[in-house]
Nanobody
Framework: QVQLVESGGGLVQPGGSLRLSCAAS????????MGWYRQAPGKQRELVAK???????HYADSVKGRFTISRDNAKNTVDLQMNSLNPEDTAVYYC?????????WGQGTQVTVSS
């Protein structure tokens, strides 16, 4: 079993930045991919960004050019640097990880963009 723990959410003004971090722990696991999803009130959960390797990354169109995902395979961590935040980015952000036969989710961290 894999546990994902997020950190770094909070309240930020429009135009500001936040960095989310997620650490995976457990025993005997190998993760093929890690990433971030988000869910705003009244909306479905959506992919924000995922990383398979340093050269294979996917971003939602709405965050391209503003968010950057990175991963440390040795530490089993994934970070999301979020710049130029706007109110539409307000949501609960969930860390996600995929192994060969299972996917895992963190408990979520709230990001609120408001003046």
């Amino acid at each position: 079993q894999v546990q994902l723990v997020e950190s770094g959410g909070g309240l930020v003004q429009p135009g500001g930045s936040l960095r989310l971090s997620c650490a995976a722990s457990g025993s005997g696991f190998s993760l093929n991919a890690m990433g971030w999803y988000r869910q705003a009130p009244g909306k479905q959960r959506e992919l924000v960004a995922k990383i398979i390797s340093s050269s294979v990354k996917h971003y939602a169109d709405s965050v391209k050019g503003r968010f950057t995902i990175s991963r440390d395979n040795a530490k089993n961590t994934v970070d999301l640097q979020m710049n130029s935040l706007n109110p539409e980015d307000t949501a609960v952000y969930y860390c996600w990880a995929a192994a060969t036969r299972a996917t895992y989710w963190g408990q979520g961290t709230q990001v609120t963009v408001s003046s």
